[in-house]
């Protein structure tokens, strides 16, 4: 009796073991979903001038008018070989429709975008040819207010307000090193000096001497968290062209 109860014991122990060894306790393959990718080539003229507090990126959002990158990949000057930057954003999630060739902050705030591709659609690595692109911080702002809200008076229609041109090509020409014409002793730009520039005044300021009219009234809360700390950065660094 004894033996038959032993060999029976050592059959079910053998049968748990060979049930162990089959590998059916795991799943034969494991999928991991690396999401989408996209491949971002061209020529970006003024990389070098941008200050530690900006990243020119290649970054996703889920909405056109999302403040922040769902996931981004800063462009550095060791990603331009033989003057063209070639850099891979993957890993981008489903719910992410846009890619953007685009300036973030340290916190992947969107501040201006430059070139953009809808990826909604992709099921494989988005080609991103973007050509040659102005990056600079003259051009991030040209973009983003000067040709939004500040030319609409001063040289997009046949309107130039106080002689002054900020619409693309007349802008740099027109402020940095200038002196005002309202503001008597000041210039519209003086490099390295945001806050003694009357641009600077204008726009954060209700009221300045010589000046008729309230600028400050055409920021909206948008801007004044972006584009006049990027103004002011600018201008503190140099004020430079491209």
């Known amino acids: 009796m004894r033996k038959y109860i032993f060999a029976t014991l050592l059959g079910l122990a053998t049968f748990g073991l060979a049930a162990c060894d ?83 902050d340290r916190l992947r705030k969107h501040i201006v975008t430059f070139k953009e591709v809808d990826v909604s659609q992709a099921t494989e690595t988005v080609k991103m040819d973007v050509g040659t692109v102005d990056i600079s911080m003259l051009n991030a702002i040209q973009l983003s207010y000067f040709n939004t809200t500040c030319a609409n008076c001063h040289g997009a229609s046949n309107r130039v307000a106080a002689g002054l041109y900020l619409t693309e090509g007349k802008s740099y020409g027109a402020m940095v090193g200038v002196d005002s014409k309202k503001v008597e002793g000041k210039k519209l730009v003086e490099p390295n000096n945001a806050a003694g520039s009357v641009l600077h005044m204008v726009l954060n300021q209700q009221t300045v001497e010589g000046v008729a009219m309230a600028h400050r009234d055409l920021v909206s809360e948008k801007n004044e968290l972006t584009i006049l700390p990027l103004i002011d950065s600018w201008i503190n660094n140099g004020a430079k062209e491209n």
């Open 22 to 104: 089959d590998g059916r306790i795991y799943p034969e393959t494991v999928t991991i979903s690396e999401g989408k990718s996209v491949q971002l080539e061209g020529v970006l003229n003024g990389l070098e001038n941008w200050p530690g507090a900006y990243r020119i990126s290649i970054a996703g959002f889920e909405h056109a008018d999302d403040e922040y990158a769902d996931v981004s990949k800063v462009i550095t000057s060791s990603d331009v070989v033989d003057g063209k930057v070639s850099v891979l954003l993957s890993g981008i999630k489903d719910n992410v429709t846009l890619v953007r060739l685009c300036v973030l």
